[in-house]
């Protein structure tokens, strides 16, 4: 996008010189690569992250598009009172707009990137909290265990029925079914998304259905597992691909061959209690 912006800019310099626009003029054209970054963003998004673009993350990414050129926007007329301020000089009106033209883009980049490194590290900072926040359990001591045997078998050491216990990067951690929402494959293991975000496991999709099944969890495409008791709307014929809505807003695809068996899953899911 950087180098959209760049391209766009050093195009309008040269349509100002070429053919003698008036700064405003050339400013407008400028003014079109950013609007260009709205759109951009969440296809660049969805192609770095490999899910499909479906409405609750388009609506999401493009909320952080539209603000990002927002504050780029503002940290440019914020920058103006500034460099009036320090000039050495007066400035006349007509080499002010002109100064302003030819420095503008650069300054509502900065603002653009400056939102989106906030973004980033809070989103980091959140995720690092979650991650390590997360009710850790201990492992058993006694090695002789036949489950402390399989280094790839979580502990099972559970008082909690509803609960499951996964293995993370970080340890064994204990989660409760209901704070589950639904997983896809993120190798070598898997990324489970719940109430408190997405929690990166070792277990691979297979793996964590086979481990969630009894708890009402069922595969609703190749690469999506989602809990039932979770689902809020399905969307779609049952003879076609088709949608499924979570309560969290998520909007997940249901492939054709598993809508029967998604069908089932919902009218046998369990009734899971609150932690």
């Given amino acids: 996008m950087l180098a959209l912006f760049t391209a766009t800019h050093q195009w309008a310099d040269l349509l100002s010189t070429g053919k003698q626009l008036s700064w405003m003029q050339a400013f407008a054209w400028q003014g079109v690569s950013w609007l260009l970054l709205i759109p951009a963003t969440p296809v660049l998004y969805a192609l770095v992250?490999?899910?499909?673009?479906?409405?609750?993350?388009?609506?999401?990414?493009?909320?952080?598009?539209?603000?990002s050129v927002v504050f780029g926007t503002l940290f440019l007329l914020v920058s103006i009172p500034i460099r009036v301020a320090f000039h050495p000089s007066p400035i006349r009106w007509s080499l002010f707009g002109q100064a302003f033209y030819k420095s503008a883009p650069q300054v509502v980049g900065?603002?653009?990137?400056?939102?989106?490194?906030?973004?980033?590290?809070?989103?980091?900072?959140?995720?690092?909290?979650?991650?390590?926040?997360?009710?850790?359990?201990?492992?058993?001591?006694?090695?002789?265990?036949?489950?402390?045997?399989?280094?790839?078998?979580?502990?099972?050491?559970?008082?909690?029925?509803?609960?499951?216990?996964?293995?993370?990067?970080?340890?064994?951690?204990?989660?409760?079914?209901?704070?589950?929402?639904?997983?896809?494959?993120?190798?070598?293991?898997?990324?489970?998304?719940?109430d408190r975000g997405p929690v990166l496991v070792r277990h691979s999709l297979s793996a964590l259905e086979e481990m969630l099944t009894p708890y009402g969890f069922v595969r609703v495409h190749r690469g999506y597992l989602v809990n039932t008791t979770r689902v809020r709307e399905v969307i779609g014929a049952a003879s076609r691909d088709g949608t499924l809505r979570l309560?969290?807003?998520?909007?997940?695809?249901?492939?054709?061959?598993?809508?029967?068996?998604?069908?089932?899953?919902?009218?046998?899911?369990?009734?899971?209690h609150s932690p």
């Fill in 49 to 67: 992250r490999r899910f499909p673009l479906d409405r609750a993350h388009l609506h999401r990414v493009l909320g952080h598009a539209a603000a």
């Fill in 247 to 272: 309560d969290t807003g998520d909007s997940l695809p249901i492939s054709r061959r598993r809508r029967a068996h998604l069908d089932q899953a919902l009218r046998d899911r369990p009734v899971v």
């Fill in 110 to 194: 900065l603002g653009v990137l400056a939102y989106w490194a906030v973004v980033l590290l809070a989103s980091l900072a959140e995720t690092r909290r979650r991650l390590y926040g997360t009710h850790a359990v201990p492992r058993p001591e006694d090695s002789t265990s036949p489950v402390a045997s399989e280094p790839s078998a979580p502990e099972i050491r559970q008082r909690d029925p509803d609960s499951v216990v996964l293995t993370t990067p970080i340890g064994v951690v204990q989660l409760h079914i209901k704070e589950a929402g639904w997983a896809e494959p993120a190798p070598p293991g898997a990324r489970l998304h719940t």
